[in-house]
């Protein structure tokens, strides 16, 4: 026994050395010790040890060790309790909170669903009963029981078109009739064309794609109630196509008898027909269209894609390439005959995938990954609705008679639940009441609703209460529980609170300290000077002879403004600029001016071009000289703030012990 608890004693102290030399302390800056895991960790994130040379990693110990200087400076100066900084700091923890607040796994199987439906095409009718997400449960049921009976009728043979115009509460599925009791827009029946994934609304769409051909779904809920859904059609994608149509369309006028109407169809198919003959021969639509004496024009349609237009006017591109001509298509607007310009297939890369996910952040299917995220937790914290069977009501039964109508206006008083004390669920061992969710209430009234019952919205509070209580519990706990991403927002914090520290003792106090600025431009200026520039008379003329006489009068030294005087007396033959320039600064310039002969001693030349008719007068040679501040201004800026951040740099190291185990860190690539 005795030799059993010493082996245990000195296997522990073992393991304590080991341990503490394993991951020894490799840098002392100041207050902060440096261990080599923690050094290694960094490096490796955006290094490989394994192509690592002792010089490169020698030149990030530096870096590193200024690194952590600055930010011990910027918490010492108390930079993290500015509010601007802390804002940030929140909206970069809630954007990098957002991928553990959801379910990995149900993430990847909404992506890899998404990115399959893409691949298909459905055309689809649907019959619509009315009902809230969080109607009470009468009001559900008598909904489910409506849409069922619907269903039922059509299972026995009555035409889904009928019955929508009839009973569903999408009414676009009825004739639209004016005041006179005429047709103003005919009704879909239901019909709502052909959709890909993203069309429609995410619990719409799921029932679509899980229904077969030819097939009615039994009731699909989404947030406007409940669907039955008839499948129609399934293709393969149609992608995104550009076209050319011929329109030939109806007389639509309200005033034609029932017989003009057959006549004005009889008309325009027979008109189409004959287009599309003449087209088949090899007939541009223009010319087809003249050949026919038809005065309407191709029209070029955008690209679209399945859902753009009516179910049938889609039908008729499935299958055609790019150059391909339809068959005359058929739609409530009249005949078409549609010539594809562009097809653009749907592609399935890291773009697409990219796309998709971005597209789900956007769309209510991103819930199903958060539904799920919100019962994992729940069950992992042994969450509990709490019910005492020997009371009347429940316990979120109790707000129905305590919130009134003063609630859409957002006066409900919390006072008026101050006699409510019962609990209503136990969560991460923890009870919450009915005041703890009065006070929710209270916080998130439901300003500017109207015409929905309180029951339904005391409902939608609770559940939105519960998931918010489980987020925010999960969300408290995400540093401790990952330690990635405790590191992330270590990271993010250090960088906002340098990058302030940054702000303040180099870049902005380097644009903003004009004195400091001169003071510094005075020290360098010559650093910064013009090369030899010439001073000069730049002359262009109309014509080899003004040419000549220029040339003539400038060897005499005739003034500038007298020469143009005398050569533009009747009209302008010559113009002048005063210019200074240096050489390579402006190639006209260049080409006429021999700069070997300009030495800086001031000697006057006259210069000709005369292919050109251009000539230079020079008037006087310029030496080296500073070039003035704010002509360089950028530069001098930016040399001052390296000035700048060497002098912080100075500093820090002089303010701050120092010791690096340079063999230690050294050997993590020997």
Same mark, same amino acid.
């Given at each position: 026994?005795?030799?059993?608890?010493?082996?245990?004693?000195?296997?522990?102290?073992? =393991?304590?050395?080991?341990?503490?030399?394993?991951?020894?302390?490799?840098?002392?800056?100041?207050?902060?010790?440096?261990?080599?895991? $923690?050094?290694?960790?960094?490096?490796?994130?955006?290094?490989?040890?394994?192509?690592?040379?002792?010089?490169?990693?020698?030149?990030?110990?530096?870096?590193?060790?200024?690194?952590?200087?600055?930010?011990?400076?910027?918490?010492?100066?108390?930079?993290?309790?500015?509010?601007?900084?802390?804002?940030?700091?929140?909206?970069?923890?809630?954007?990098?909170?957002?991928?553990?607040?959801?379910?990995?796994?149900?993430?990847?199987? @909404?992506?890899?669903?998404?990115?399959?439906?893409?691949?298909?095409?459905?055309?689809?009718?649907?019959?619509?009963?009315?009902?809230?997400?969080?109607?009470?449960?009468?009001?559900?049921?008598?909904? *489910?029981?409506?849409? =069922?009976?619907?269903? +039922?009728?059509?299972?026995?043979?009555?035409?889904?078109?009928? #019955?929508?115009?009839?009973?569903?509460?999408?009414? !676009?599925?009825?004739?639209?009739?004016?005041?006179?009791?005429?047709?103003?827009?005919?009704?879909?029946?239901?019909?709502?064309?052909?959709?890909?994934?993203?069309?429609?609304?995410?619990?719409?769409?799921?029932?679509?794609?899980?229904?077969?051909?030819?097939?009615?779904?039994?009731?699909?809920?989404?947030?406007?109630?409940?669907?039955?859904?008839?499948?129609?059609?399934?293709?393969?994608?149609?992608?995104?196509?550009?076209?050319?149509?011929?329109?030939?369309?109806?007389? $639509?006028?309200?005033?034609?008898?029932? !017989?003009?109407?057959?006549?004005?169809?009889?008309?325009?198919?027979?008109?189409?027909?004959?287009?599309?003959?003449?087209?088949?021969?090899?007939?541009?639509?223009?010319?087809?269209?003249?050949?026919?004496?038809?005065?309407?024009?191709?029209?070029?349609?955008?690209?679209?894609?399945?859902?753009?237009?009516?179910?049938?006017?889609?039908?008729?591109?499935?299958?055609?390439?790019?150059?391909?001509?339809?068959?005359?298509?058929?739609?409530?607007?009249?005949? &078409?005959?549609?010539? @594809?310009?562009? #097809?653009?297939?749907?592609?399935?890369?890291?773009?697409?995938?990219?796309?998709?996910?971005?597209?789900?952040?956007?769309?209510?299917?991103?819930?199903? +990954?958060?539904?799920?995220? @919100?019962?994992?937790?729940?069950?992992?914290?042994?969450?509990?609705?709490?019910?005492?069977?020997?009371?009347?009501?429940?316990?979120?039964?109790?707000?129905?008679?305590?919130?009134?109508?003063?609630?859409?206006?957002?006066?409900?008083?919390?006072?008026?639940?101050?006699?409510? +004390?019962?609990?209503?669920?136990?969560?991460?061992?923890?009870?919450?009441?009915?005041?703890?969710?009065?006070?929710?209430? *209270?916080?998130?009234?439901?300003?500017?609703?109207?015409?929905?019952?309180?029951?339904?919205?005391?409902?939608?509070?609770?559940?939105?209460?519960?998931?918010?209580?489980?987020?925010?519990?999960?969300?408290?706990?995400?540093?401790?529980?990952?330690?990635?991403?405790?590191?992330?927002?270590?990271?993010?914090?250090?960088?906002?609170?340098?990058?302030?520290?940054?702000?303040?003792?180099?870049?902005?106090?380097?644009?903003?300290?004009?004195?400091?600025?001169?003071?510094?431009?005075?020290? #360098?200026?010559?650093?910064?000077?013009?090369?030899?520039?010439?001073?000069?008379?730049?002359?262009? +003329?109309?014509?080899?002879?003004?040419?000549?006489?220029?040339?003539?009068?400038?060897?005499?030294?005739?003034?500038?403004?007298?020469?143009?005087?005398?050569?533009?007396?009747?009209?302008?033959?010559?113009? =002048?600029?005063?210019?200074?320039?240096?050489?390579?600064? $402006?190639?006209?310039?260049?080409?006429?001016?021999?700069?070997?002969?300009?030495?800086?001693?001031?000697?006057?030349?006259?210069?000709?071009?005369?292919?050109?008719?251009?000539?230079?007068?020079?008037?006087?040679?310029?030496?080296?000289?500073?070039?003035?501040?704010?002509?360089?201004?950028?530069?001098?800026?930016?040399?001052?703030?390296?000035?700048?951040?060497?002098?912080?740099?100075?500093? #820090? &190291?002089?303010? $701050?012990?120092?010791?690096?185990?340079?063999?230690? @860190?050294? !050997?993590?690539?020997?």
């Amino acid at each position: 026994m005795i030799k059993a608890i010493l082996f245990g004693l000195i296997f522990g102290f073992v =393991m304590q050395v080991w341990a503490q030399t394993d991951d020894p302390v490799v840098m002392k800056l100041g207050k902060e010790e440096i261990k080599l895991s $923690n050094f290694k960790n960094t490096y490796q994130k955006n290094n490989d040890l394994k192509k690592t040379t002792e010089q490169e990693l020698r030149d990030y110990i530096d870096l590193y060790i200024n690194f952590r200087l600055k930010y011990a400076e910027a918490e010492e100066l108390h930079l993290d309790t500015i509010v601007a900084l802390q804002e940030e700091l929140a909206s970069y923890r809630k954007q990098a909170a957002e991928k553990y607040l959801t379910d990995k796994e149900v993430n990847d199987k @909404i992506v890899e669903e998404a990115l399959e439906r893409m691949k298909w095409d459905i055309r689809a009718s649907h019959i619509l009963k009315n009902v809230l997400s969080d109607a009470m449960p009468a009001d559900t049921l008598a909904a *489910y029981n409506a849409i =069922m009976k619907i269903r +039922s009728r059509i299972l026995k043979g009555e035409s889904f078109a009928e #019955v929508a115009a009839k009973e569903s509460d999408d009414l !676009s599925a009825r004739d639209k009739m004016s005041a006179g009791g005429e047709v103003i827009k005919k009704g879909n029946g239901g019909d709502l064309g052909y959709f890909t994934a993203f069309d429609l609304i995410y619990a719409f769409e799921t029932g679509a794609y899980n229904t077969p051909v030819g097939q009615i779904s039994m009731p699909v809920r989404s947030e406007f109630g409940y669907h039955l859904i008839f499948v129609q059609d399934k293709k393969p994608a149609l992608g995104k196509i550009k076209a050319t149509q011929i329109l030939l369309p109806y007389n $639509n006028s309200p005033n034609l008898t029932a !017989s003009e109407k057959e006549q004005d169809a009889t008309a325009v198919k027979e008109k189409i027909t004959n287009l599309y003959t003449d087209i088949q021969k090899g007939d541009s639509f223009e010319d087809a269209l003249k050949k026919q004496n038809i005065a309407e024009k191709p029209g070029q349609l955008p690209l679209f894609g399945c859902n753009r237009f009516e179910g049938d006017f889609i039908l008729g591109l499935y299958g055609l390439k790019k150059g391909d001509v339809s068959k005359p298509i058929n739609t409530s607007f009249g005949w &078409h005959i549609v010539k @594809i310009d562009e #097809v653009e297939p749907v592609v399935i890369d890291d773009e697409t995938r990219s796309s998709v996910k971005n597209k789900i952040l956007r769309d209510s299917r991103s819930n199903k +990954s958060k539904e799920a995220f @919100i019962e994992r937790v729940k069950s992992e914290n042994k969450f509990k609705e709490l019910v005492d069977k020997k009371m009347k009501t429940t316990p979120l039964e109790d707000f129905y008679t305590v919130v009134d109508s003063s609630i859409y206006s957002g006066d409900w008083n919390l006072s008026q639940a101050d006699h409510l +004390s019962r609990n209503m669920f136990s969560f991460a061992d923890k009870n919450y009441t009915q005041y703890d969710f009065a006070k929710y209430l *209270y916080k998130h009234q439901f300003q500017g609703i109207q015409n929905i019952d309180v029951k339904v919205l005391i409902n939608y509070a609770y559940r939105e209460f519960i998931e918010n209580t489980v987020e925010e519990y999960e969300d408290n706990r995400l540093e401790e529980k990952y330690p990635e991403f405790a590191d992330l927002m270590k990271e993010y914090k250090e960088g906002i609170l340098l990058y302030e520290l940054s702000e303040i003792k180099v870049w902005r106090k380097a644009e903003i300290d004009t004195v400091g600025l001169e003071n510094y431009y005075q020290t #360098v200026k010559e650093n910064h000077l013009y090369p030899v520039r010439l001073k000069a008379e730049f002359y262009r +003329s109309t014509d080899a002879a003004t040419t000549k006489k220029v040339v003539a009068m400038l060897v005499k030294e005739v003034s500038g403004n007298k020469i143009m005087a005398k050569m533009n007396k009747k009209s302008i033959t010559l113009i =002048m600029d005063t210019v200074t320039y240096w050489e390579g600064q $402006n190639q006209q310039f260049d080409n006429i001016v021999d700069w070997t002969k300009i030495n800086g001693k001031g000697i006057y030349f006259v210069f000709v071009n005369t292919q050109e008719n251009e000539l230079v007068r020079s008037l006087e040679i310029l030496p080296p000289s500073p070039k003035p501040l704010n002509e360089i201004k950028g530069v001098i800026v930016s040399d001052y703030q390296n000035l700048l951040e060497k002098e912080w740099i100075e500093s #820090v &190291h002089k303010n $701050n012990s120092i010791w690096v185990d340079y063999d230690k @860190i050294l !050997s993590l690539i020997k």
